[in-house]
């Protein structure tokens, strides 16, 4: 079981900058694929960024490419999305998710076996 608390969020202007923490229980994290989704008001949830577990290999959605960096700490169980120039559009709630498989291709997207309650997220223009 993985437990997984979301951190970082609040309001920003545009062209500014956050980082997102989220903090995983459990012994086993170094060995589990992090991800990072969003979801805006009425629109569905939708993949950010993800990492695998040995942080070697990442992968992005378009919208966020460049401006957004996910890294991950094993030593302190945590993953961070370190999130730059910001876009009013970036505004959303930012969920964490944990799964157990290596992720590549349309597998990034999902499915996540763990998810996080989520942060918001708000980009003023």
């Known amino acids: 079981q993985v437990q997984l608390v979301e951190s970082g969020g609040g309001l920003v202007q545009a062209g500014g900058s956050l980082r997102l923490s989220c903090a995983a229980s459990g012994r086993s994290f170094s060995s589990y694929t992090m991800g990072w989704f969003r979801q805006a008001p009425g629109k569905e949830r939708e993949f950010v960024a993800g990492?695998?577990?040995?942080?070697?290999?990442?992968y992005y959605a378009d919208s966020v490419k460049g401006r957004f960096t996910i890294s991950r700490d094993n030593a302190k169980n945590t993953v961070y999305l370190q999130m730059n120039s910001l876009k009013p559009e970036d505004t959303a709630v930012y969920y964490c998710?944990?799964?157990?498989?290596?992720?590549?291709?349309?597998?990034?997207?999902?499915?996540?076996?763990?998810w996080g309650q989520g942060t918001q997220v708000t980009v003023s223009s």
């Open positions: 990492i695998n577990w040995g942080a070697g290999n990442t």
């Open positions: 998710a944990a799964d157990s498989g290596i992720k590549y291709g349309s597998r990034w997207y999902g499915p996540y076996d763990y």
